[in-house]
Antibody, heavy 116, light 107 residues
Framework: EVQLLESGGGLIQPGGSLRLSCAAS????????MNWVRQAPGKGLEWVSA????????KYADFVKGRFTISRDNSENILYLQMNSLRAEDTALYHC?????????WGQGTLVTVSS | DVQMTQSPSSLSASVGDRVTITCRAS??????LAWYQQKPGKVPELLIY???SLHSGVPSRFSGSGYGTDFTLTINSLQPEDFGIYYC?????????FGPGTRLEIK
């Protein structure tokens, strides 16, 4: 069974930084591209970033480009999202999601709240 | 970037009805489109991928069609458990944008 377990969220002041982690199990992590998708309270789904299976290619939504960095450790089966220069509008539940050719598995998410 | 729109934004239908939700891309995306259902407090679940392929375990009353810019999700014989918000998502190229969602209520 695919399991994705996010951690690292919390309350952070505007301009601050956080690093999210996603521990993956139950599948061959190193053979799948991975995503981060977020959902602000009461709002729709927003794709944030994706990384190729090897980590050699990364993609970002315009609204996080230059501020967020996606990475992965295939030896530890962990996906990361480094979030810098956080803004109030980044407040959301951040989900780790498997595969970029339609998302077949989602983590439950870790909540990031950006507020002073 | 390609923009995704959905219509209607919300609808209410009765058990047994046939429901159609439309998703439109601002540029052609071939058949690289998925549909998801999200219930309150839950993560989204994949229903359809490649525009018309039914994901494993999804009831056959769900179907998808379309190519290029116009896509539809059809639910035949609506069931009480089909309430929720339905999202489309493109995955031809990044950004892998989601549509704004369609809220389905069961009368």
């Amino acid at each position: 069974e695919v399991q994705l377990l996010e951690s690292g969220g919390g309350l952070i002041q505007p301009g601050g930084s956080l690093r999210l982690s996603c521990a993956a199990s139950g599948f061959s992590f190193s053979t799948y591209a991975m995503n981060w998708v977020r959902q602000a309270p009461g709002k729709g789904l927003e794709w944030v970033s994706a990384i190729s299976a090897t980590g050699g290619s990364t993609k970002y939504a315009d609204f996080v480009k230059g501020r967020f960095t996606i990475s992965r450790d295939n030896s530890e089966n962990i996906l990361y999202l480094q979030m810098n220069s956080l803004r109030a509008e980044d407040t959301a539940l951040y989900h780790c999601a498997q595969d970029t050719r339609s998302i077949k598995a989602w983590g439950q998410g870790t909540l990031v709240t950006v507020s002073s | 970037d390609v923009q995704m729109t959905q219509s209607p934004s919300s609808l209410s239908a009765s058990v047994g009805d046939r429901v159609t939700i439309t998703c439109r891309a601002s540029q052609g995306i071939n058949n690289y489109l998925a549909w998801y259902q999200q219930k309150p407090g839950k993560v989204p679940e994949l229903l359809i991928y490649d525009a018309s392929s039914l994901h494993s375990g999804v009831p056959s009353r769900f179907s998808g069609s379309g190519y290029g810019t116009d896509f539809t999700l059809t639910i035949n014989s609506l069931q009480p458990e089909d309430f929720g918000i339905y999202y489309c998502q493109k995955y031809d190229n990044a950004p892998y944008t989601f549509g704004p969602g369609t809220r389905l209520e069961i009368k």
